[in-house]
C-alpha cells in the first residue's frame, strides 16, 4: 500500500508568450502533477489555457538520451561520446575553414544565464555567427526602427499603463489570441474604464469583436493607413504640437509625405472609409494619454520596417512618450525575446546590446573574459545563413530550441540546406522537423527542469525556480555549454555549475542588470524592471522619460511613402494568404502538440474564408480543400465566415503552413519574410478553383 504522495508546489514563469506570467507547478516524486494559481507578477492568479497544460513535460515522446545518425536511422548513444563528436567537428571546420564558418541558431527559450554562457562559448571560439528565430522571423523591424526613433527597441512602459490609457490602439495585434493576459486583465480594464479600443486588422479576430472602432485594412496596406492617420492629425492641426516641438526631430519630413495620403487618396489602397481613418485620428487626438501595441503582424510584410517606423511616430505625434498611461511598442512574442538579446544572443551585438563595433566596449569584455579580443565583425554568415550554406561558407550549424525546418518561410528550401551541411546539431526537447535532419541530436531539460531567470516584455526580470527532475538523461542547456567549453579547452572562461555563478557575472557587465541579483530576484514575486543598474536601485517602469536615447535626446520622426509590393495576388493565385496564431497552439507545436488536452482541443491547419468565396468555390464550413501557393500547397479545414475579407484566407500556421510561404519575399530592410502576405489559390476536391 502506497502511502500519500507528497505534491510540492514551486513557483516557475512561464515558457510561452513574453507576458511573463507566473504560477505554481505541482510536483510528485519528480514529475509533473498539474498547474496552480500563484497571486502577484503581471498575471495576479489568471492562467491561459496554454498554461493550464503542461502535459508536454511528461510526455512519453520527450527526448532522454543523445542520438547519433547512422545508416538505419539513428542510434543512442551517451553523452560523452555525442559532446566528443561535436567538439571534434567544431574543432576540424575552424581549422580547415575558419571560426566563421559554424553558424549556431539559439533559443528565445533559454534563461538569460544560459543565453550569456551560449554567447560567450561562441564568441570565444571566434565568431559572431549566432541568432534567434525571433530576430530571423519576428522582432527585427521592431528592434529596428525602435532604436531609430527613441534610441531603444524596448516597449516604452508596462501592462499597467496600458489600463491607465484613454485609447488603446492595437495594430494588427491579436492578443485575445497571443497575450490573453494583456487583453483579459489590462486592456479590458482600460475598456471598463472608458477607454476607446480601436483595432487594425484585415479579420475580425476576437480581440475585434472587443473593438468600439474596428477598421478591416487591406493585408499588407498599413502604412497607408498609418500615413493617412497623420495627414488628418498634421492637416487638422489636431497633433501634439508642443511635444512635436520639444522632442521631435524630422517633423518637416514626415510632413512632406504624409500630405498625399489624404482619407480619400488612402481610402482607394488600403480600403477603410475616409470616415473611418478620421474617426481613428479624431479618436487618437482626444486622448491625453494612449497606448500603441503590435506584435507579428506588421514586421511580416514587405514593408515592416518602414510600418514600425510611422508606428512610432505616430505615437510621438500624439506625445505619447515618457508618461504614465502610455505604453507604445511591438510587442516581442516568445518568452525571453528581450532577455536573450539583453544578453548578446544577436550577430551585431554583444550583452548590455552594444555593438559589436565598438572596440573600446568589445576589448574590456574581452580582457574581463582572459582574451585579447573578441570577433569585431557582425556575423554576417548566420543573417545570410542558406546563402551562407550553398557557399559553402557555413559548414556547421548548432540548432538550440528553434525549429527552422517548421518555422522559417519555405519549409522544403530550408530543409534542402540544412541537409547540404557538413554537420547539424540539434539540442531540443523533442525530436522536431528540425531534429529528424540533424547529425547529432542533444536531450534538453524544459524550462520547469531547471532554473533561472526571463525578462519579460514589460522589461520585468523573474526567477524561475526548479520543480521538476528532467526526464532519462536530459541535461540543460547551461550544462551543456559547460560541458563542450571544457571539452573546447575553455573551460576556465565558463566555470559555473550554477546560474546564480552566471547571473553574478551578469550584474557585472551588462549594466542594466547590475542590480538584477540572484537574491533580489529570489526574493521578490514582482521580479526587478531593468534598467536596475545597482543593488539599491528600485527599476524602471517607464523609458523615455524627459529624453529619447538618441545624441540629441529628441525622437527622430521617420515614416515613408507606400510600394506595392512586388507580388500580388493574379489569376492563378487570387487570394492573399495571412497565417494566423490560435490561444491553444504555440508555433511549430512542438510543446502544444504533446500537450494532452491541448492536442485534443486545437488541432489544424484550419482556415477562414469568406462565405462569398466560399459558396463560389462550393466550399462548405468544416469542408476540406487544398490551398496552393508557388511554393507548395497544404490540404486544410476551412471554417465558412463572414469575419475575413473576400480577398483574404487566414490559416493557422502552427501545423505546416511554411510548406506554402516564400524565403524569397521579405522586408528590405531587415530581410524578415512576409509569412503575412502570399498569393493563393484553394482548389476543391471534384473541381472548382478560385
Ligand atoms: N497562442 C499563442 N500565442 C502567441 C504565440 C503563439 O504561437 N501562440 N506566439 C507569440 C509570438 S512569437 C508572437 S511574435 C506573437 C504574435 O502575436 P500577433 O501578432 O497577435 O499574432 P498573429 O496571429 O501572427 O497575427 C495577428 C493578426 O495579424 C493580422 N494580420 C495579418 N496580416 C495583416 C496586415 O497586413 N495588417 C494588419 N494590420 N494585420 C494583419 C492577422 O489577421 C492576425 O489576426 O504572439 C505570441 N503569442
Ligand atoms: N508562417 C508563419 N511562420 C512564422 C510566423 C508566422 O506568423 N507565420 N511567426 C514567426 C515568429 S513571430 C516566430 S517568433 C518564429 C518562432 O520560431 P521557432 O522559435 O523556431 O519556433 P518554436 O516552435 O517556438 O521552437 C522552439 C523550440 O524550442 C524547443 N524548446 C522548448 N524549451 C526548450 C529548452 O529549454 N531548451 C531547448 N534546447 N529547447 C527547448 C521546443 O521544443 C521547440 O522545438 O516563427 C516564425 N514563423
Ligand atoms: S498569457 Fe502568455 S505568459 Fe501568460 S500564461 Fe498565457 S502564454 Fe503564459
Ligand atoms: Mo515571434
Known sequence: MGGLTRVERVKVVCPYCSAGCIMSILSSNGRYAGVEYLKGGVNDGALCPKSNDFSFLNSPRRLRKPLKRTESGFKEIEWGEA?????????????????????????????????????????????????????????????????????????????????????????????????????????????????????????????????????????????????????????????NR?????????????????????????????????????????????????????????VQTWL??????????????????????????????????????????????????????NDDYRKSLASRWGVEDLPKNPGKNIIKLYE??????????????????????????????????????????????????????????????????????????QWSFKALEPP???????????ELAKRLGLGDKLPYSTPEEVLREVNGVVKSYGGVTPDRLKESVEGLFIPCPSPDHPGTRLLCVGRFNTPSGKFRARTARYEEPPIKPGPEYPYILVTVRVIGSWHTASMTNNAEYLRERWRGPTALINAVEAAKLG??????????????????????????????????????????????????????PCVKYVPCRVEVPGGRHG
Open 619 to 672: 466550399i462548405k464550413d468544416g469542408s476540406k480543400a487544398k490551398i496552393v501557393t508557388g511554393t507548395g500547397e497544404l490540404t486544410v479545414t476551412f471554417h465558412v465566415t463572414d469575419k475575413v475579407r473576400r480577398d483574404t484566407i487566414a490559416l493557422t500556421w502552427h501545423w505546416g503552413a511554411n510548406r506554402l510561404t516564400n524565403h524569397e519575399f521579405k522586408d528590405p530592410d531587415t530581410g524578415v
Open 83 to 239: 559532446l566528443d563528436l561535436i567538439c571534434g567537428r567544431i574543432k576540424d571546420v575552424v581549422a580547415s575553414h575558419g571560426p566563421d564558418a559554424l553558424a549556431f541558431l539559439l533559443s528565445v527559450k533559454m534563461f538569460n544565464e544560459e543565453a550569456y554562457a551560449w554567447q560567450k562559448l561562441v564568441r570565444l571560439l571566434g565568431t559572431n555567427n549566432l541568432d534567434h528565430e525571433c530576430r530571423r522571423m519576428c522582432q527585427f523591424p521592431t528592434l529596428k526602427a525602435g532604436s531609430e526613433t527613441m534610441g531603444v527597441g524596448y516597449l516604452t512602459a508596462t501592462f499597467e499603463d496600458v489600463a491607465g490609457s484613454e485609447v488603446v490602439l492595437l495594430w494588427g495585434l491579436n492578443a485575445a489570441e497571443t497575450f490573453p493576459i494583456l487583453m483579459g486583465k489590462y486592456v479590458m480594464r482600460a475598456k471598463e474604464n472608458g477607454a476607446k479600443i480601436i483595432v487594425v486588422d484585415p479579420v475580425k479576430t476576437r480581440t475585434a469583436w472587443q473593438a468600439n472602432i474596428y477598421v478591416q485594412v487591406r493585408p499588407g496596406t498599413d502604412l497607408v493607413l498609418a500615413n493617412s492617420i497623420m495627414n488628418v492629425l498634421i492637416t487638422e492641426n489636431l497633433y
Open 472 to 482: 532519462g538523461e536530459a541535461r540543460s542547456d547551461l550544462e551543456v555549454a559547460v
Open 242 to 298: 508642443r511635444f512635436v516641438e520639444e522632442m521631435v526631430e524630422g517633423f518637416d519630413n514626415v510632413v512632406e509625405i504624409v500630405k498625399d495620403y489624404t482619407p480619400e487618396e488612402a481610402s482607394k489602397i488600403c480600403g477603410v472609409p475616409a470616415g473611418t481613418i478620421r474617426e481613428v485620428a479624431y479618436t487618437l487626438a482626444r486622448a491625453e494619454k494612449g497606448s500603441i501595441l503590435w506584435s507579428a503582424s506588421a
Open 388 to 461: 551562407s550554406i550553398d557557399a559553402g561558407r557555413v559548414r556547421f550549424l548548432y540548432v538550440l530550441g528553434a525549429n527552422p525546418a517548421a518555422s522559417e518561410a519555405n519549409s522544403s528550401y530550408v530543409e534542402e540546406h540544412l541537409r547540404k551541411l557538413d554537420f547539424l546539431v540539434v539540442q531540443d526537447i523533442f525530436l522536431t522537423e528540425t531534429a529528424r535532419l540533424a547529425d547529432i541530436v542533444l536531450p534538453a531539460a524544459a524550462w520547469a527542469e531547471k532554473s533561472g531567470s526571463f525578462t519579460s516584455v514589460e522589461r520585468r526580470v
Open 304 to 357: 515592416s520596417t518602414n510600418l514600425c517606423r510611422a508606428l512610432y511616430t505616430l505615437a510621438a505625434l500624439l506625445g505619447w512618450y515618457g508618461r504614465e498611461g502610455c505604453c507604445v511598442g511591438g510587442l516581442k512574442g516568445q518568452n525571453n525575446v528581450d532577455g536573450v538579446i539583453d544578453m548578446g544572443i544577436h550577430p551585431a551585438l554583444l550583452p548590455g546590446r552594444v555593438p559589436v563595433s
